[in-house]
């Protein structure tokens, strides 16, 4: 499991999201931005956003949803 911010020092997250979904690694980002998949692509669709900043409840509240699924 891994927890991404969309953008980084050298860009966009994107290609670390697109290497975890080939590997099937389940994501959560931690993003101020209502659609993250609009700054960090299309990969970022659909994966759980705990915001920016993130409160402790809710992101342990995603990730304990990630560990069940």
Do not use: C, F, Q
């Not at 980084?8 to 690694?25: F, P, Q």
């Not at 994501?27 to 920016?52: R, T």
């Amino acid at each position: 499991m891994a927890i991404l911010d969309v953008s980084l020092r050298d860009g966009s997250v994107t290609r670390v999201a697109e290497a975890l979904r080939e590997r099937n690694i389940p994501l959560v980002v931690a993003s101020a931005y209502n659609s993250p998949e609009l700054i960090g692509g299309e990969i970022l669709a659909g994966a759980p956003n705990v915001g920016e900043p993130t409160e402790e409840r809710r992101l342990l509240t995603v990730l304990d949803g990630l560990v069940r699924s």
